[in-house]
């Protein structure tokens, strides 16, 4: 496994992080609670995935409705505290954990509530990374990092960054915790992919400028880029498309089929799978510090690790992106990160 620091810190992480958001459910929606890992197959993950190098476990405070933790938490009471001083751990918070309306969001006092519950939850005395889920419009952006400045002075968090964030709202972050002398954010953690590549365009320069890492979440959007799904062909039972398809709606296109097909012969050609190709692709992206990897089962690992090993060339990186290209958007003076992202729902 290769490490490499997260950001502008002295942090070293894993080029692939094991995103725990289907223990005990699917992410932080209450309809899909249970519906999840059980902790045995949540305990079978962690351990094959710690035995091949990965040190980074992702998970959130809301998913599975706090179930995500509590396994993490199990498992890490089963390994000792050798286990626990290896692994870093990263939890975030905005979604709804309750009814009430204080239930949710970045105000000082939902987070600071809302760390306490985390750690007992996960059985440990601090957290090495914690992030904002998503921006909280009903929240002062100062409140917010102020509250999270305040946890890593008092030794409850380690590393502060931000999750679902636009490029000027991160800007906007960097630029208040300077003037106010607060911790920085030191990573983002946004979607991207072969099929989501919005962030190249103006968040990428500013993380670049500012030296923050980057830990992209579904690198196989919804497993759009593993290849089980083809045009014309009935879902697979259990997959996104049956669970959960409002996000991936948009890619339902015929020139997104088409590049999925041409994927499809590239990575033949080169004697491997689409995802690990996929994967490959994000993982070659230079802003990029490490890519998530979600896996239901022990054998979805395997892409992972072989793109670790998988090199792409600039020429074979562009080909590849060049596959999803909205040939309505291409009919324009654009780049090509700019028509995959307009093709793309709005934020929000």
């Not at 809301?62 to 000792?80: D, P, R």
């Not at 870093?88 to 000082?108: A, C, E, H, M, W």
């Not at 983002?188 to 989501?196: I, R």
Request: net charge negative; hydrophobic share 40%.
């Amino acid at each position: 496994m290769e490490y490499v620091n997260l950001g502008r810190t002295g942090l070293k992480v894993s080029r692939l992080v094991l995103g725990c958001g289907n223990f005990g459910g699917i992410g932080s929606m209450p309809e899909f609670f249970g519906k999840g890992e059980t902790q045995e197959e949540a305990f079978e993950l962690m351990d094959a995935a710690f035995y091949v190098g990965i040190n980074l476990f992702d998970t959130a405070n809301a998913y599975g409705g706090g179930a995500s933790e509590t396994m993490i938490g199990n498992w890490l009471a089963t390994k000792g505290p050798a286990v626990r001083d290896q692994l870093v751990i990263s939890t975030k918070i905005f979604n709804p954990v309750g009814p009430g309306p204080n239930d949710r969001g970045l105000s000082r006092r939902h987070i600071l509530h809302e760390v306490d519950e985390s750690l007992t939850r996960l059985g440990v005395d601090y957290l090495d990374l914690l992030l904002m889920h998503e921006p909280d419009p009903s929240t002062p952006l100062e409140e917010t990092l102020s509250t999270m400045n305040t946890l890593v002075h008092q030794g409850k968090v380690r590393y502060i960054g931000a999750s679902n964030m636009p490029a000027w709202l991160t800007a906007k972050a960097v630029w208040l915790a300077d003037v106010h002398g607060w911790c920085r954010i030191e990573w983002v953690q946004n979607s991207y992919s072969l099929l989501d590549r919005r962030d190249e365009v103006e968040l990428f320069p500013f993380l670049a400028d500012q030296g923050l890492g980057f830990t992209p979440f579904s690198p196989l959007a919804g497993g759009w880029l593993t290849g089980k799904y083809r045009e014309g062909a009935v879902y697979p039972e259990g997959s996104r498309m049956t669970l959960r398809s409002d996000p991936y709606e948009h890619l339902v296109r015929p020139h997104i089929f088409s590049g999925l097909e041409r994927l499809r012969s590239f990575a033949e050609a080169r004697g491997t799978d689409m995802a690990t190709v996929a994967l490959a692709w994000v993982l070659s992206e230079p802003r990029v510090t490490a890519a998530i990897m979600g896996p239901r089962r022990l054998v979805h690992l395997e892409p992972g690790l072989a793109a670790l090993n998988m090199k792409l060339t600039m020429g074979e990186r562009e080909e590849i992106a060049s596959y999803f290209v909205c040939p309505v958007c291409s009919s324009s003076d654009e780049d090509e990160s700019s028509q995959a992202a307009s093709c793309l729902p709005e934020e929000g």
